[in-house]
């Protein structure tokens, strides 16, 4: 059987109280990668670690059995890589993204967005005598609302709420930010009453990102060099936090997403939807006062002020943060590149979606066709309504060349193949049991032999890996320097590093390199993209060989072998990564990090040799990396291997030859890609998922209630949450079943049964609501019609 991993990255977009429907569609990512996680574990496998505990959802049942149907042919296993989100969007990608790390449920969640997503729940505390005065507009606010917004605001409930948002305080935002804090804690707190030591749909050697885009209201100052003069500055007002969990080992979760980061998550989240002229800005005063209310400790306070938001954490002062979308509503570029980055486990589809509650149509715009825009208009679409809708078509041709990228990889890789396969066969000489200490030698003749056969050609390749270190170290020593101030420091460092290593290139001569030379000994030292390269080639093979291996293994054992190999190539590849993260070294780095960076901010002619300090932070590093002591560990791993009598005749051979000869590969591929991995080249696809997507129910979809009044129209009536959660749900129930067949293969089930796979999961949706959504009766009922006229005769589908 076919074993495939569907490998999902979320954006969500912005859009005010459409975050009730953006709700909705992650509760139904959440259920399927539950459901994936749950069956994977009741399968034996222990990659994933979900809760045994909390039986499952109708619905999450329902997506079970539906990778259960389609398992006869493919077995496909649905994880999530990263998410993204910019103001709503980036509130319910806090949520998900704890929900995911620590298999949390959101039932809770979605209780407290019902409820407290309300304009009485939100709104600021009013001065009696204020609205007293203000009670005498009532009138004209009833003639405004019936002539001005017409047949919209009928409901009563939407226009007496409306009438008492309007009596609110005028030019002062209406909203509370410290209510809403209260809200996030408490919906975080009925998360964690769930939390359990360990539990995890992150699967193992595999991590969650998050990016949440917030705007910094007075910008951060950087300085940018130039010719002349030597440097500008400017304000970049653009913030985007990444907060991630790493499943490291089973039991060992590495992840900031825990009861102990909710104050910075929520404060993010506040950040992040602090739509201006709605809420006040954000400040860290106001997350402090309001955690001293409910008192709460803030354990990361000082880490998070830093590295998060660059702000010295004794002095915050007038720092202050308004919605994410103001500087990037759709954050695409976040997502794009940390999935360029993800290693898979099986051969792997790769789909990001994005969730935009309100797709704008395109229409022709003739000319004199349009009216002149007034002047109001003009300065509410300049100042709001054009930024956030800047078109997403760099980002997805981004992924297109990605995309091509990864053809022209594969094309190269097996062109290389005979070349590669005859010269290494020359140096193994037939040798079937490797030992780990020949193992190294024949890899040492290896990468010589590919070097000589280079020419002129290894010039170039030695200068891209030279100055990919010299990023990766600048970024290190700059972390380690301190947290704040890093992106003056880094750009100091490049300089400085980028001199020293071009005069190593220089001295080392042309040509293929003496493995005596300080060039040869730096990358040997410190190098350690390439290990981790070598490592995801050899992962990359053996994705390809399971197929092999599966057709003669009758008891499974073989399979389990590739497996545990493939988990100790990931071990590897993570004690590797460490290296690069400033947390992995002492004080003695740090204070040598600190002094090199303290002589660069002085002028040339004075303090301590520059190159000096730097050479002696270089060994030191190199030292702590211990590089050649994780090869002689690999070279054992791939020994034992060559020893398994299950795979030593079959895939065996073929993976250690592609380990020993990864050279001669790396030489054609790096210049290429640049890039740190290519354990696959699978191509990233795109979906949507938004009301007009909808295609069971319509060819037109369906109108969300939270659109009106400039889409804050859901804060105005609970009717009007519950029909954008719930159709949230349904839509995005109906879209992840399309991702997941399209994924499959064409034809992997009949119309019959995929029309009753679809009624079985909208069926569940609404047996899950119906006794939550009570505030429309009308509600469910024309939705259960409909759901049945879909399906016709056809269902038959049980769970």
């Not at 996030?184 to 193992?204: K, N, Q, S, V, Y």
């Not at 999961?761 to 009766?777: G, K, N």
Request: charged share 25%.
């Amino acid at each position: 059987m076919k074993e495939l991993e569907l490998r999902l990255a979320f954006v969500f977009y912005g859009g005010v109280s459409l975050a009730i429907y953006m709700h909705g569609v992650s509760r139904e990512v959440l259920n399927l990668v539950r459901a994936s996680a749950s069956r994977a574990a009741g399968n034996g496998r222990i990659y994933v670690a979900p809760s045994l505990d909390r039986p499952a959802s109708p619905s999450e049942k329902v997506y079970r059995d539906i990778l259960d149907r389609i398992a006869g042919t493919i077995d496909i296993r649905v994880v999530a890589d990263a998410i993204a989100g910019a103001s709503a969007g980036g509130v319910n990608g806090i949520m998900l993204a704890r929900a995911l790390a620590h298999d949390l449920p959101l039932d809770s969640h979605r209780d407290l967005w019902l409820k407290n997503a309300d304009v009485t729940e939100l709104a600021r505390p009013q001065n009696g005598f204020s609205r007293y005065l203000k009670s005498g507009v009532s009138p004209v606010l009833d003639t405004l609302i019936s002539r001005q917004l017409k047949a919209r605001i009928k409901d009563p409930e939407t226009r007496d709420k409306l009438r008492t948002f309007m009596q609110s305080r005028w030019f002062k935002p209406p909203f509370s930010g410290s209510r809403y804090i209260g809200w996030m804690l408490d919906a975080c707190a009925a998360m964690d009453e769930h939390m359990e030591e360990g539990r995890t749909l992150i699967p193992r050697g595999q991590t969650l990102d998050l990016f949440v885009t917030l705007t910094d209201y007075y910008g951060q100052r950087r300085r940018i060099r130039i010719d002349d003069p030597n440097f500008i500055e400017e304000l970049d007002h653009r913030r985007i936090l990444n907060f991630h969990a790493m499943h490291r080992m089973p039991g060992d979760l590495l992840s900031q997403f825990g009861s102990e980061c909710i104050p910075e998550l929520v404060f993010a989240a506040r950040a992040t939807s602090s739509f201006p002229g709605a809420f006040a800005p954000a400040t860290v005063s106001e997350m402090d006062h309001a955690l001293k209310k409910f008192r709460l400790p803030w354990p990361n306070r000082t880490a998070f002020l830093a590295k998060g938001l660059e702000i010295e954490p004794e002095q915050p002062g007038y720092r202050c943060f308004v919605d994410g979308s103001v500087v990037m509503n759709k954050p695409f570029g976040p997502v794009i590149d940390v999935i360029k980055q993800r290693p898979a486990s099986r051969e792997v589809a790769r789909r990001l979606v994005y969730v935009d509650p309100a797709p704008g149509g395109v229409e022709a715009v003739e000319e004199n066709g349009q009216p002149m825009p007034s002047f109001f208009r003009t300065i509410l679409a300049s100042l709001a309504h054009i930024p956030r809708n800047e078109p997403i078509g760099d980002d997805l041709r981004d992924i297109e060349a990605r995309n091509r990228r990864g053809h022209w990889l594969a094309e190269t890789i097996a062109a290389a193949d005979p070349v590669v396969d005859k010269a290494v066969r020359k140096i193994l000489r037939g040798r079937t049991r490797i030992k780990a200490e020949a193992l190294t030698k024949y890899r040492a003749l290896a990468n010589a032999d590919a070097h000589t056969q280079a020419g002129y050609a290894f010039l170039n390749y030695q200068s891209l890996k030279l100055h990919a270190i010299c990023e990766r170290l600048s970024d290190l020593i700059a972390a380690m320097a301190g947290p704040t101030g890093r992106a003056e420091r880094k750009d100091a460092l490049l300089w400085l590093i980028g001199s020293h290593f071009a005069g190593l290139a220089k001295d080392s001569g042309e040509g293929p390199p003496d493995p005596d030379t300080e060039v040869v000994g730096l990358l040997r030292g410190l190098d350690v993209d390439y290990r981790v390269r070598r490592l995801r080639f050899a992962i990359r093979k053996l994705n390809g060989l399971y197929h092999r291996v599966r057709e003669m293994d009758d008891d499974g054992q073989a399979i389990a072998g590739l497996d545990h190999l493939k988990s100790r190539l990931y071990q590897q590849i993570d004690n590797l990564r460490w290296r690069w993260r400033e947390d992995f070294y002492g004080e003695d780095s740090r204070s040598l990090a600190e002094d090199l960076c303290q002589v660069l901010s002085q002028p040339p002619e004075e303090g301590p040799d520059r190159t000096t300090l730097l050479r002696e932070l270089l060994e030191h590093l190199a030292h702590l990396m211990g590089l050649q002591d994780l090869d002689r560990m690999q070279d054992e791993v791939f020994a034992e291997l060559t020893q398994d009598p299950l795979l030593a005749d079959a895939v065996g051979r073929e993976l250690t030859e592609r380990y020993v000869g990864f050279a001669f590969y790396d030489l054609v591929t790096f210049p290429l890609l640049q890039s740190n991995d290519f354990s696959e080249v699978s191509e990233i696809l795109v979906d949507r998922i938004s009301p007009r997507d909808a295609g069971s129910f319509g060819a037109d979809g369906f109108e969300l209630k939270g659109e009106n009044l400039n889409a804050f129209g859901a804060f105005f009536n609970r009717r009007w949450r519950e029909h954008d959660y719930l159709w949230g749900r349904l839509n995005a129930a109906d879209r992840l079943i399309s991702i997941v067949l399209s994924a499959a293969g064409t034809k992997i089930l009949s119309p019959e049964d995929e029309r009753a796979c679809r009624h079985a999961i909208f069926s569940a949706i609404l047996d899950e609501e119906e006794q939550v959504l009570t505030a429309d009766p009308e509600l469910i009922p024309p939705i259960r019609e409909q759901i049945a006229a879909l399906a016709g005769e056809t269902v038959d589908f049980c769970i």
